[in-house]
């Protein structure tokens, strides 16, 4: 059973990277539930991100809060994981839910500033990235320029280029709109 799992899992993450996201999320789901009678938590989770993800992607943001407020990890609280937070805070934002959204940014932001682990580094990035596009969304294109700076800032280090990418997508947009911080 751990190595359907671990096969459902990459299939959906390869699914997931080739846009066919309903057949991810199909595959996302089947890990999710093996995982989760095999008690393998931290794979359950990975796969629960996914589910979100491919949800949110499909603008199914009320089956993604659905998600999470079944999966008995966070119910409606805040997580102390800060990956589950942010991919909270997407869903909120998606559905226009903004004090939430910013609510779990901030909780994020908190624990990862506390964080020594490889992985905090990509989260910050990415939480910084979240909020520039939230500020964005709620005309507050000053925040959203600096959220965007600071996205840029952790993204080069980690040598990503995606993650750099979509941060200066974005902060191009603000500036489209505002022009250039200065």
Not at 107 to 123: F, I, T
Not at 134 to 150: D, I, N, S
Request: hydrophobic share 40%; with cysteine; glycine share 8%.
């Amino acid at each position: 059973s751990f190595l359907k799992s671990e096969i459902l899992y990459k299939d959906a993450e390869a699914l997931r990277a080739l846009g066919r996201f309903r057949e991810s999320l199909s595959c996302y789901r089947l890990a999710c539930d093996l995982y989760q009678k095999l008690n393998v938590p931290s794979e359950r989770l990975a796969a629960l991100l996914g589910a979100s993800a491919c949800l949110r992607i499909l603008g199914q943001y009320a089956d993604a809060r659905r998600l999470w407020k079944n999966s008995g990890l966070s119910g409606d609280e805040r997580s102390p994981l800060p990956e589950v937070e942010l991919e909270r805070a997407l869903v909120a934002r998606g559905e226009g839910k903004f004090r939430e959204t910013r609510a779990r940014i901030a909780c994020a932001l908190r624990v990862l500033r506390q964080k020594r682990n490889p992985s905090w580094r990509a989260e910050l990035q990415h939480a910084y990235w979240i909020s520039g596009g939230l500020e964005r969304f709620t005309g507050y294109f000053h925040k959203a320029l600096q959220a965007y700076k600071e996205a840029v800032r952790w993204a080069r280090p980690l040598g990503d280029a995606s993650a750099e990418a979509f941060a200066l997508c974005g902060l191009a947009g603000v500036e489209r709109v505002v022009g250039p911080d200065r």
